[in-house]
């Protein structure tokens, strides 16, 4: 798990006024708020005090409360009240880390990390957002899943297991086709896309396969952003096209949190919402019965202790960019905090602390960089 990305705290409509929200992810608990004027806040959850949790307090005068002994603290993260220390005195270091919002398409994000505006790396927006003629379903579905978040973006990223676990979807095509064609990965500086083109012609040579199963004009793809923003493009023509975003919380090493915007421009009338997203359920049940039984739980340290073949390139892709953001030492070392957790509470460090010291918990411990990293090339996607 790395800091310095942004990931999904909450849905828009579970950060309410007045009663705080808790969640976890990263392996650490954090607190989710929304001051009077409506603008939702992100702060770690421990209450630097004597370890409160501050999610199961209340929220009063645009400032999240401590249910232990009633130290408020605002959304800047500091602390603003003690109720038995006179407030010109309260020491510099009663703050607690807060983090970088945004709230876009119906969800709250937060950039978990201490890098400055200007180093982090971005949210993929959805481009598709609030454009003529397209549609999002009237809901953003939340799946909770018991599997390592990199396993489930690798799974998003992989065409080939279509066929298999979808059998509704996938196709013998696209088997045939790897065959014949690598994926053509276009990368750019935080993450990597393909899109494969079904030309208007018998894909199979051979002519095995009937006529019907010649498909015209499709296109399909997928991409990542960072080690857990995922999209997928399948388009059946130019006005019949999905767009789905994948924006993944790992709530610990075990388990992901999900949160998903599928776009559309074609069955744009509402009552179709719920259709799709019933189909759209079913299809992630499908990949979850999967994925909750991987062996190992996480990737494994080597490529060597799995075979890859070439229609993996995307995973392929994946893991060398997971490496290169381990390189710059951005990894949890989540050995070091199970060792240590029972006597020490640790928080994700927030750009907060380049600016001021004196934080009473400790960051995350990080794995050192492995080594010197390269920034990546500049190849613009274009449809293969
Ligand atoms: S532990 Fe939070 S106020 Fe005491
Ligand atoms: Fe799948």
Redesign the pocket.
Known sequence: MYINFWYPIALSEDVVKYEPHRTQVLGQQLVAFRDSKGKAHVLSDV?I????ALGKGWVREDSVV?P????QFGGDGKCNKIPTVDVKKIPNRAKVDSYPVEEKYGIVFAFLGDLPEKQRPPLRPVDEWGKKGWRANNKVVVFEVGAYYERSIENGLDPSHNEFVHPAQGSPILQDMFKRKPLDMQDSRWGSEFLVRFDNERINEDDIYDEALTVPEVTAGSGFLGPNQMITWISFSKDSSFTQYFYEAPIDETRTRIFFVNMRNFMREPENDGRLVKTNLIVAQEDIDILEELDPVGTPNSTAEELLVPSDAAVMSYRKYLQAWRDKGWYIDTDTIRKERHNRAFAIPSPGRRKSKGWVLHSVPLLPPTRKSKSKGKKKRKAA
């Open positions: 209450c005090h004597r370890g409160g401590c232990y002994h009633g130290w």
